[in-house]
DNA sequence: CTTCTTGTTACTGA
DNA sequence: ATCAGTAACAAGAA
């Protein structure tokens, strides 16, 4: 669920917020969510953070890169020092389960524990445990980021990569603009509004699209990302996506046919259908988004 | 009980 | 070899 907004709101509430920590230990609960050596994250100062797509990375001070990938229902969540009781107690949590707006923490989902030298927690949760955290060197980062394609968000995203990209396939233009080798960041949310706001249907043939049509869905892949990254990204129905202080995003409220099925276009009040395109749920307005 | 959902990868078949 | 479709993964909701 987390796309490309949500992982980059993640990513500056940890670049404010915990850049220039230690370390001091990283607990495993579920072995399959950390891939790599725990013992060398130990001691290591969190130098800066950057994302490419999905993937988040923390960047440590002896060159290694914990990154992050939340798949559809990780969570990151940064405690301080005290939780609330505790402050109201004058007590410290560690070492006791932390009561939050999420709840206890650890909970159920909680896969992996980060313990900073002041006593700070950072908590991977993730209840399908199909995310993970990976320690890897800059090259190993380099191997397993080398077939993402162009993050939405990079200068070299222009009008003419993504004609190149769509230029030689005649698949659905949707079900192309999910391939993460193509393009990194894009999910089913902005996917399915961006080419509402293109006026552009989901099946319509990726190699077919006229010029004005693609510099149009560039214009608003970009405009869509940045609004939701405005909005604190998308707390959707089913969606596990909050931010690192339990808060939610606002961007749900400005789906335009995302997961809206059977409600009225907020254009032209035609009912949104749902279909599936390449084993996906896709939302589209059959009067604003037609086929020739 | 079964079916559906999601992002990504591995696999399968054309 | 290349491309496209789908099972698999996990857990919970409907």
Redesign the pocket.
């Known amino acids: ?3 490309l907004p949500e992982v980059e709101v993640v990513r500056l509430f940890l670049q404010s917020n915990i850049v220039g920590k230690n370390i001091s230990n990283l607990e495993i609960i ?1 072995p ?1 969510s950390f891939i790599g050596n725990p013992k060398l994250v130990k001691g290591q100062k969190i130098i800066f953070t950057s994302r490419l ?3 988040l990375s923390i960047h440590l001070k002896n060159g290694s890169i914990l990154l992050f ?1 939340l ?3 990780g969570q990151i969540i940064v405690l301080p020092a005290l939780s609330r009781e505790g402050r109201k107690a004058g007590r410290v949590s560690f070492g006791h389960p932390t009561k939050d707006a999420f709840g206890d923490l650890p909970n ?2 909680t896969r992996l524990i980060f313990t900073f030298s002041d006593n700070s927690k950072l908590f991977f949760n993730d ?4 995310g993970w955290v990976k320690l890897l060197s800059k090259i190993e980062l380099t191997e ?1 980021q080398r ?1 993402l394609g162009i993050d939405i968000l990079s200068s070299k995203f222009t009008p003419n990569y993504l004609l190149n990209q769509l230029k ?5 233009i949707k ?1 192309v603009l ?1 391939d ?2 193509k393009f990194a960041g894009i ?3 902005y996917a399915n509004d961006a080419l509402f706001l293109a006026k552009i249907h989901p099946s319509f043939p990726s190699n077919k699209l006229s010029i004005k049509k693609i510099t149009l869905l560039h214009h608003f892949l970009i405009q869509i990302m940045i609004d939701s990254i405005k909005s604190g990204g998308s707390t959707a129905k ?1 969606n596990k996506y909050i931010h690192p202080d339990g808060s939610t995003g606002n961007h749900q409220f400005n789906f335009q046919v995302y ?1 809206r099925q059977n409600e009225p276009c907020l254009k032209c009040k035609t009912k949104i259908k ?1 279909i ?1 395109i ?4 896709t939302f589209y307005c059959p009067k604003c988004q037609k086929l020739p």
């Not at 030689?168 to 659905?172: G, N, V």
């Not at 390449?278 to 749920?281: H, I, S, V």
């Open positions: 669920m987390p796309e579920t399959k797509g999905k993937q990938h798949k559809m229902t159920k989902s209840q399908r445990k199909f397993v077939n030689p396939t005649a698949r659905p079900a999910l993460q080798n999910g089913n949310i089913d997961q749902k599936k390449a084993g996906r749920g």
